[in-house]
T-cell receptor, first 111, second 112 residues
Framework: SQQGEEDPQALSIQEGENATMNCSYKTSINNLQWYRQNSGRGLVHLIL?????REKHSGRLRVTLDTSKKSSSLLITASRAADTASYFCATDDTGGFKTIFGAGTRLFVKA | DVKVTQSSRYLVKRTGEKVFLECVQDMDHENMFWYRQDPGLGLRLIYF???????EKGDIPEGYSVSREKKERFSLILESASTNQTSMYLC???????????FGPGTRLTVT
């Protein structure tokens, strides 16, 4: 079963615009992660936010977490064509061994 | 530079064949994972291993087996390939207690 579900499924924007992707999850979490996947490649870890954090920044990335709504958002500011990729949220199960990934948001940034 | 490598980027096999997918990591990670990725379904965990010779079933282990004889190598085996196993297969590794997983480039397997 999917823990994280991203919204929207696909997003197309112009270069320079901001891109916002949302993730909802079902159960309590200790942390939430975001990954990026370029077409036909493996996933790359972007950022982790802990359950006691509300917002975290890394370069052009801003992640928020609302544990009361069981949701997170990933904002990419001043997008570039190179940001074109799929973005996944992920949460760890209670045992900590397994990570559960959502279905992802496909972002297309037009130059 | 950390690295996870997979033996093939593309593979085409016939129904009924035994298929081996190899994954090697150079980070001395104890934990290794095999996922399959299908459109609209995200990543689904097939098997994982938290140490040499240890393995645990993930969410969709049916039709697959794994082998972990050495710390750096985690193999996924399709005992008798079927067309519904056509998919992208991703291997990953991480340190125990860490959250960040390091992924290989993936193997796109087509079973005809």
């Amino acid at each position: 079963s999917q823990q994280g579900e991203e919204d929207p499924q696909a997003l197309s924007i112009q270069e320079g615009e901001n891109a916002t992707m949302n993730c909802s999850y079902k159960t309590s979490i200790n942390n939430l992660q975001w990954y990026r996947q370029n077409s036909g490649r493996g996933l790359v870890h972007l950022i982790l936010i802990r359950s006691n954090e509300r917002e975290k920044h890394s370069g052009r990335l801003r992640v928020t977490l609302d544990t009361s709504k069981k949701s997170s958002s990933l904002l990419i500011t001043a997008s570039r064509a190179a940001d074109t990729a799929s973005y996944f949220c992920a949460t760890d199960d209670t045992g900590g061994f397994k990570t559960i990934f959502g279905a992802g948001t496909r972002l297309f940034v037009k130059a | 530079d950390v690295k996870v490598t997979q033996s093939s980027r593309y593979l085409v096999k016939r129904t009924g064949e035994k298929v081996f997918l190899e994954c090697v990591q150079d980070m001395d990670h104890e934990n290794m994972f095999w996922y399959r990725q299908d459109p609209g379904l995200g990543l689904r965990l097939i098997y994982f291993s938290y140490d040499v010779k240890m393995k645990e079933k993930g969410d969709i282990p049916e039709g697959y087996s794994v082998s972990r004889e050495k710390k750096e190598r985690f193999s996924l085996i399709l005992e008798s390939a079927s067309t519904n196993q056509t998919s992208m297969y991703l291997c990953a590794s991480k340190r125990p207690g860490a959250h960040e997983q390091y992924f290989g480039p993936g193997t796109r397997l087509t079973v005809t």
